[in-house]
């Protein structure tokens, strides 16, 4: 069975990190096989950015359209080679510590 990954990314005003992401993100998914939808949850308003509601509505989102499984993602992370986005038979993993950022740990 080939599964369907929702990539939910937080997001307000942060247009450079967006034209980076998009691309970058994209085709390292497409290269390790993974069918995806990318899900930006925009706030627009001009409250305190509110990043758990916003993952909350992206990931409800792409249940709705049938992911089987989310990945909350910053949109200024990019993946390293090693980040694994396939399905996660063992339960939720976090791919975080596969990136420099991270100093590649929690």
């Not at 942060?14 to 034209?19: A, F, K, S, V």
């Not at 305190?48 to 049938?66: P, Q, V, Y």
């Not at 200024?76 to 038979?89: N, Q």
């Amino acid at each position: 069975m080939k599964h369907k990954l929702g990539v939910c990314i937080p997001y307000r005003n942060r247009e450079l990190h967006l034209n980076e992401f998009v691309p970058k993100v994209g085709k390292y998914l497409k290269n390790q096989g993974i069918d995806f939808q990318m899900y930006f949850a925009h706030q627009v308003d001009d409250k305190l950015f509110n990043r758990g509601a916003t993952k909350n509505i992206a990931a409800k989102h792409a249940i709705e359209d049938g992911c089987d499984y989310v990945v909350f993602h910053d949109i200024d992370m990019i993946p390293e080679e090693g980040a694994d986005y396939s399905y996660p038979t063992e339960g939720p993993r976090h791919i975080a510590t596969k990136i420099s950022q991270m100093d590649y740990q929690l």
